[in-house]
């Protein structure tokens, strides 16, 4: 009988728990979709401000302006936190032709990020299409001195979700350049990393290696890539060219910051759990999707959070940090204060995989069980908001760093649904038009609803 | 021994039969993203037939193409299935204002569908704004006789998905017209269904009550809604009135038809698993989500079902229904001549919710062991594709006559992502470019996986 009781009142102390979590959740919900200030905040971040590329003048405003958007929350503590941060412009417009015997066919591109110029006259040599960095080494000195290398592997479409074939097509862009230029290339173009068919150059950084000299290397328009590719096959070499003229430089490291704000812990103030996207964006448009909603959503949460009246046990913090698209500088001064000051970090979120409906988190480098025990602690109740997948999976780049510094913390990717990111990515078609109000308000909800139970459930 | 070896071999066959079905949905996947044709297929029908509401040529042309569609395709059988349908037009475009003392501010409406028209000099008249049938009952003939009532009860934002908000404010367009007109109203106007804050009015059906003369009854735009509501708030009546003119009319019903392909079972030829959406749209734009996605995918389940090799044991059927919008007449003759012809109907999958990215599946009237039963048996095989939330909850307006006419059916409702989907719903922006060519893709792969497995392990 005794026995039979204890359980009874285990489990209706369980059940009331549970009824408690269910409450708050839902308040968060009622609160970010009955008075949700993130999609004004990002109105203003990309109408206002606009792209915010780390080291120009906008980013500095950025900073200045979330600065004083986190202290208008009357959050507990909001402060900078100093970066030295690239400073690469790209100068004057593009220009680029296909050229046919005497024809010449104007294709949009976009000089890749951190990428130098070229020769003020431009560049124009034959072409060599590649699929990959395999086939590029294959070919050899012999075929690639003195040509312009065009990576074209496209999307691959078989994939469910669009970031893993983002990231299956991504070597080209990244590394691509450099090793092109080992082999004695003159320049690159790579087709743009997305599944959209369109006219829009998809920038983003390459990795120069440091014993090789860099080449000139931009993005070209999907529509682009096909038709240049449809020329080399039909016409073969030499008769096709390509020309490209870009004056993009790297200018000396400027002073940024990241921008933290802070709720601190009623019991454990120096043990914390983060929630964060990065500032800075690319030049070409407004850096809705990536990453304004990340950094609107970060405060957003805090926000939530103190309008519902909840007080966490463990400090939280919104971090928006400086320079993930062309340096990584922030997320890894981050990881190194925080290493320095000794702060304990259960958990940190990444929201950087663009405004949509939710759909969960990935939790990075757990292990079978660790996933197992989450999803019976949590499932239950974040699947009314349809943010219950719970996985296994990346986390992301800003806060990556904080592995090797922070051991123990637990790296969590907040996964929106990933099918439209890569249409806008990096391209001039990130603006604010193509974020969805109740989407990123509903984001913004489920990571404060999963950082409310981390800090009362722990992970 | 002998026991265990039972066990070992029962777990081995069912592990074989795993990944046989891991196999098959994997090509079916395949084929949908790399060889798909829905998306192509889908602007044909918004772009070379476009707005095609029952009675119209366009809704005539699209069943002819339609048909020559499906035969194209070789599938078993190829039909049409005659059904007479009302014919609604909405004649010249539709005039308003708000009239400000000697003010007239116009504002954007639409008739609703099947309203009768205003007198060729329109209806001038005092507005009574109200939130809900209930306050219309409370306000009663002594108020509303001679005034146009203004119904105004926008979305519950905290609703997660978008299609329970839809639900919860539809009253007021279905339904308020008639119960205005009772009490002497002179004229509705209708804030328009959806959350989106824009200039676009949203039109849809609203029903009749036969024992009352209707009044003319149209859909104003979400921000003019609010201005109104503002202008009636400040100024108090009288000094607001409302001005609309509409020359809408039913002319006599007119034949059409329902349009079927068939993939015939190899097994069982008179049991059918069918897969539907409805070809008839509203006039304001392409209907392409609503429904042309749904079509088309039904069309492409069939399609991938074949392309992959795959042949049912039980036959398994595209339903192009006409007339969803503003009468039912194709769903329910459907149902009406199944069970005269004495077919024997598995399972229906109404896909009429756009064509955004797939959650899963909700079983109509299902019970909680069935649910949790389908669920062991297909969720883990529906996961890699995230189409597997598989939930209790409704199916369709084109399958339910289904539920009376064939016991035994399960009816199933395709669940995309429901965000963005009132957006566009019923307005002008509801056209080709607003669908995303995976998102739609995925769906149509997650049908014909869930029409595979209920074809080879049943329900």
Redesign the interface.
């Given at each position: 009988m005794k026995k039979f009781s204890l359980l009874f009142t285990a489990l209706f102390t369980a059940g009331l728990l549970h009824a408690q979590d269910s409450l708050t959740i839902r308040k968060i919900?009622?609160e970010a979709?009955?008075n949700g200030k993130a999609y004004e905040n990002l109105h203003y971040l990309c109408k206002d401000i606009g792209p915010r590329l780390s080291g120009s003048a906008n980013a500095q405003k950025a900073v200045e302006w979330s600065k004083k958007l986190m202290e208008g929350y009357g959050f507990d503590k909001v402060y900078l936190q100093e970066v030295m941060v690239p400073h690469w412009v790209r100068g004057a417009k593009e220009t680029a032709f296909i050229i046919d015997g005497n024809t010449r066919i104007p294709v949009p591109i976009a000089a890749l990020g951190m990428s130098v110029a070229t020769p003020v006259q431009g560049i124009t040599a034959n072409v060599v299409e590649v699929r990959s960095l395999k086939e590029l080494e294959t070919l050899g000195e012999t075929v690639i001195k003195g040509k312009i290398v065009f990576f074209n592997r496209p999307f691959d479409?078989?994939f469910?979700?669009?970031g893993e074939a983002y990231g299956n097509a991504g070597d080209q862009r990244f590394a691509g350049p450099a090793a092109a230029a080992k082999y004695g290339a003159v320049g690159v173009i790579v087709r743009s990393l997305t599944?959209s068919i369109d006219d829009y150059p998809h920038t983003g950084a390459t990795l120069a290696d440091k014993d090789t000299k860099s080449i000139p290397a931009a993005a070209i328009s999907t529509k682009a890539a096909n038709k240049l590719s449809n020329m080399l096959r039909l016409r073969k070499l030499p008769l096709v060219k390509f020309y490209f003229k870009q004056s993009c430089q790297t200018l000396p490291d400027v002073l940024s910051y990241n921008v933290i704000g802070e709720i601190t812990g009623t019991e454990n103030p120096n043990k914390f759990i983060s929630v964060g996207g990065h500032l800075d964006s690319w030049d070409l448009a407004e850096g809705a999707h990536d990453d304004g909603t990340g950094v609107m959503q970060a405060a957003e949460v805090l926000r939530l959070l103190k309008a519902t009246g909840y007080k966490p046990k463990n400090s939280v913090r919104a971090v928006f940090f400086m320079n993930e698209e062309n340096g990584h500088r922030g997320g890894t001064k981050y990881a190194e204060l925080a290493a320095q000051n000794k702060e304990k970090h259960i958990a940190a979120i990444e929201t950087d995989e663009g405004g949509f409906?939710p759909?969960g988190f990935s939790f990075d480098g757990v292990s079978a069980d660790f996933l197992k025990n989450i999803n019976n602690k949590y499932k239950a109740l974040l699947e009314?908001?349809?943010v219950d997948?719970l996985v296994q999976g990346g986390s992301g780049t800003d806060i990556e760093p904080m592995k090797a510094k922070l051991p123990g913390v637990v790296l969590i990717g907040y996964r929106p649904?990933s099918?439209?990111y890569f249409?806008v990515h990096h391209s001039p078609n990130d603006v604010f038009e193509n974020v969805?109000?109740?989407?990123l308000q509903?984001g913004a909800a489920g990571m404060a609803a999963l950082i409310y139970l981390i800090d009362q459930h722990g992970l």
């Open positions: 919900y009622d979709l009955l479409p078989r469910i979700e669009a599944e409906t759909r009314p908001y349809e997948r649904d099918q439209r249409d969805n109000k109740r989407e509903l």
